[in-house]
């Protein structure tokens, strides 16, 4: 499902890399666990990025809908992640939706423009949101059939006497 939920946003929203980042158990790490790369049309796995490192963007996380910033470099929402991810990568702009399971945060989905800045129009952040909600019902789905697996095997599994 983050396969195909990454692809369409790249493409709806004509940025080059598209992410869906979740946090550690401990809510210390965030781990990039699929990156859609629109120009190439690959699919893959990026670094981790410990929280202690960024507290202007972890907090703004965690208050906001969407991070929208057109100049990533300068915000000071974005600016923590300049020399060792916006700058080697060329990314200018971000736009990023927090993840809600259960109401607290575990992810952000990174939408990211690469080149010039870029003006987020308001009907972009509102799909990066909706992209967001799409993959906190992924996780949702998930967990839900993993419980019902689980329940079938213990109905299935004969007790020992």
Not at 137 to 157: C, F, G, I, N, W
């Amino acid at each position: 499902a983050l396969r195909e939920i990454t692809e369409k946003a790249a493409r709806v929203l004509q940025t080059a890399r598209v992410g869906v980042w979740l946090l550690d158990e401990s809510g210390t790490r965030l781990r990039c666990v699929e990156q859609y790369e629109h120009e190439l049309g690959a699919h893959g796995a990026g670094p981790e990025l410990e929280l202690e490192h960024y507290p202007a963007y972890f907090a703004a996380l965690e208050t906001r809908r969407t991070i929208a910033a057109s100049d990533a470099i300068h915000d000071p929402r974005t600016n923590e992640f300049r020399t060792n991810y916006l700058e080697p990568f060329g990314i200018a702009a971000v736009l990023h939706a927090p993840i809600r399971f259960g109401g607290r945060l575990v992810g952000v989905v990174c939408h990211e423009h690469v080149g010039r800045s870029r003006h987020w129009r308001i009907d972009e952040q509102n799909f990066a949101g909706s992209v967001a909600d799409f993959v906190d019902s992924a996780m949702e789905t998930s967990e839900r059939r993993r419980a019902e697996d689980e329940l079938r095997s213990e109905e299935h599994t004969p007790e020992l006497q």
